[in-house]
């Protein structure tokens, strides 16, 4: 357990499961244990950050999975960039 620790800031991909895989496959052709689960085993993960997302916006940043990467990576680092500024940093 964490002791209560928790992060100022969660960052979650939301894409689709497939688009997922098969991101991770063409990065990686060597499935995991988690890659070589059941499709279903990845929709109810999806859909259980998803849920936790929506339960705590303060702390999840939800960015679109499904742009191409060059954008996600400015996406995200806008938003660090101004956390840490937040924090006096």
Not at 37 to 65: P, Q
């Amino acid at each position: 357990m964490t002791k209560g620790i928790r992060p100022n800031l969660t960052i979650l991909l939301n894409c689709s499961v497939d688009t997922g895989l098969e991101r991770k496959a063409s990065f990686s052709p060597d499935a995991d244990r988690f890659e070589q689960e059941d499709i279903s085993f990845h929709r109810t993960i999806r859909n259980a950050y998803l849920k936790l997302s929506k339960e705590d916006r303060k702390r999840f940043f939800v960015v679109d999975g499904g742009l191409p990467v060059e954008k996600i990576h400015e996406v995200i680092k806008e938003r660090v960039e101004k956390l840490i500024k937040s924090h006096g940093i």
